[in-house]
């Protein structure tokens, strides 16, 4: 009782979402993935992607209890990648470029080895690489908007993605993502299994949800 006694007020005290900025670019200004590449490197400090459409979002620094549940995930994805060996787990610092022409950064993800070792070394070092990972979350902080993260996910499944986890602390609730499939709500849950997409890891969400 005391822990959903906390976790509401939690919600209670958590300040309103804060709209990322969008810049309307299309179609007066359509930037190249080099362009685009550039003007990141030059704004390194800001959080950028492009829309399907080109427009630009710029999105607030997350608060540090959502920075420190997005590193949690990660560094959990992180260990068990590296004794899988099958593919590779990246940050929320990596941008990828889907199928539709958006570039995302989702905050942490995954991609099968053999897919990622036949792009070419450009695409790999020097670009926001053209390929949508096998699999992706988003970690919902105070500052986003559900209904924002939940296109997202759709759009990452629509770009190839296999498994979409969208985890929302402030709720504690996780929304799973698969091809073909209704999209699959847990309450509270103490674990996620990646199989069969990622054989073997499973995420403890406690160390995430907090006291």
Request: with cysteine; net charge positive.
């Amino acid at each position: 009782m005391a822990q959903v006694r906390t976790r509401k007020l939690k919600q209670a005290l958590a300040p309103e979402p804060l709209p990322p900025l969008v810049l309307r670019l299309a179609p007066v200004v359509k930037l190249s993935d080099k362009q685009l590449a550039r003007l990141c490197t030059l704004n390194d400090a800001l959080q950028i992607e492009r829309t399907r459409e080109g427009d630009l979002v710029i999105m607030p620094p997350a608060f540090p209890e959502g920075d420190r549940q997005n590193t949690e995930v990660t560094g959990q994805l992180f260990i068990w990648a590296r004794t899988d060996g099958t593919g590779i787990s990246f940050g929320p610092t990596a941008g990828f470029t889907l199928s539709n022409g958006a570039m995302r950064a989702p905050d942490a993800s995954w991609i099968l080895r053999s897919r990622w070792e036949s792009l070419s070394e450009a695409q790999r070092l020097r670009r926001f690489s053209r390929i949508c990972p096998d699999f992706v979350v988003e970690v919902r902080s105070a500052t986003d908007r559900l209904s924002v993260l939940q296109a997202k996910m759709q759009e990452y499944l629509d770009s190839g993605a296999r498994l979409g986890w969208l985890i929302d602390p402030v709720q504690r609730q996780v929304y799973v993502y698969r091809p073909d499939a209704a999209v699959e709500r847990l309450n509270n849950p103490r674990t996620l299994a990646g199989d069969p997409v990622l054989p073997g890891f499973v995420l403890e969400l406690a160390p995430i949800w907090g006291p």
